[in-house]
């Protein structure tokens, strides 16, 4: 997944320095991720979750605990928002035009946007009200990126299986935890 997301980066031809916000960073991987290759970039990050947060300091990362929903960054700020996964956990009722509308706000005119979020699958899933958490049509997708203002450079589909080591600790962990356990093995 990171080469495909630094093949699209480099199609999105970013300048040698910048800012980048990472827009639901967790632990901050992302952010190492981009800094290697980007050492001039000032790089930070916001998450809800403070747990990722105190891992991403350990490591001195400049981050902050944020809803993407209410982004503490300045408008036109930014040249960069990189935003993983984040999309589909938000409230159902409007939530990610929310954080895109956020996202678009803080981006410099002809700032650049990587999001990553899941697609629907086949068979087709509901949106689970109960746990906010939702999949994304492509032609969905795309109409809420360009209601928001957002020029689409590319939007596709990618799958990715889980690495050969995971498959020992899921068959370990199904036999820990039989009941409730709902790994990749899970039925």
């Known amino acids: 997944m990171r080469d495909i997301a630094q093949q699209l980066l480099a199609r999105a031809s970013l300048a ?14 992302t952010m190492s991720w981009f800094v290697e290759t980007r050492p001039a970039w000032f790089v930070t990050g916001v998450d809800v979750a403070m747990e ?4 991403a300091r350990t490591a001195g990362q400049a981050v902050a605990q944020a809803s993407v929903l209410a982004l503490p960054i300045v408008d036109g700020g930014v040249d ?15 939530g990610d035009s929310a954080a895109l509308s956020e ?15 899941n697609a629907q699958a ?12 939702r999949k994304y049509e492509p032609h969905a997708l795309r109409a809420i990126l360009t209601a928001t203002g957002f020029e689409i450079l590319r939007l596709g589909r990618v799958n ?27 039925p």
């Open 52 to 55: 990722g947060l105190v891992f």
């Open 16 to 29: 040698e320095r910048g800012v980048m916000v990472d827009a639901g960073c967790g632990s901050g991987q």
């Open 122 to 133: 086949f068979p087709r899933t509901e949106d689970d009200d109960a746990a906010a958490f």
């Open 80 to 94: 960069l928002v990189i935003s993983l996964d984040v999309l589909q956990h938000l409230p159902l009722d409007g």
């Open 160 to 186: 990715a299986l889980l690495g050969l080591a995971e498959i020992p600790r899921e068959i370990r962990a199904r036999k820990q935890e039989s009941a409730g356990y709902h790994g990749i093995l899970a």
């Open 103 to 117: 996202f678009a706000r803080i981006l410099r005119q002809g700032g650049t946007l990587l999001v990553r979020t």
